[in-house]
């Protein structure tokens, strides 16, 4: 198993500048510039994903509509493959959190449930459609818990 390397990224006009420590760059085969380079495209193609869900739901909100827990879903899984992403080229953010809530404009303690919401059900369809995301919120890892439990219960029978 590869050692992955932390990696922090700066907005920097339209995308992101990618940084590591020095003494990790010395151990990589690779072209470190390039390497870098496509660690701040992957960050800023996932990043552009979510901004783009987070502002479907903001309109949702603004409308007073509810947001629905299986779009809220969708961003805790877009940030899953955005992890599984940067791993592949061995790489893992320094403070994902932190990275998170600068560039997505959110608070960290919704985006923690976001992230709890989607680690307890791994699979979209185990969220009824019409369960809005308001009633999940509150009591998240509870709720993605008994959603998990009735559905392996119902998929048994």
Same mark, same amino acid.
């Given at each position: 198993m590869k050692k992955l390397t932390f990696v922090s990224l700066e907005p920097r006009n339209a995308g992101f500048t990618a940084f590591v420590p020095m003494e990790n760059l010395a151990s990589v085969d690779d072209d470190p510039e390039l390497l870098l380079r496509a660690v701040s495209t992957t960050y800023a193609r996932y990043i552009g994903l979510m901004r783009s869900l987070k502002a479907d739901t903001d309109n949702l909100r603004k409308k007073h @509509?509810?947001?629905?827990?299986?779009?809220?879903?969708?961003?805790?899984?877009? @940030?899953?493959d955005l992890r599984r992403e940067l791993s592949q080229q061995a790489f893992e953010l320094d403070g994902l959190y932190d990275h998170l809530v600068r560039d997505l404009g959110v608070k960290r303690k919704w985006l923690e449930k976001v992230i709890i919401f989607r680690r307890y059900l791994p699979r979209k369809a185990i969220i009824p459609e019409s369960l809005p995301w308001g009633r999940c919120e509150k009591s998240t890892r509870k709720v993605a818990e008994s959603l998990r439990e009735a559905y392996i219960v119902d998929s048994e029978t």
């Open positions: @509509i509810p947001i629905p827990a299986r779009k809220v879903w969708e961003l805790g899984d877009i @940030i899953f």
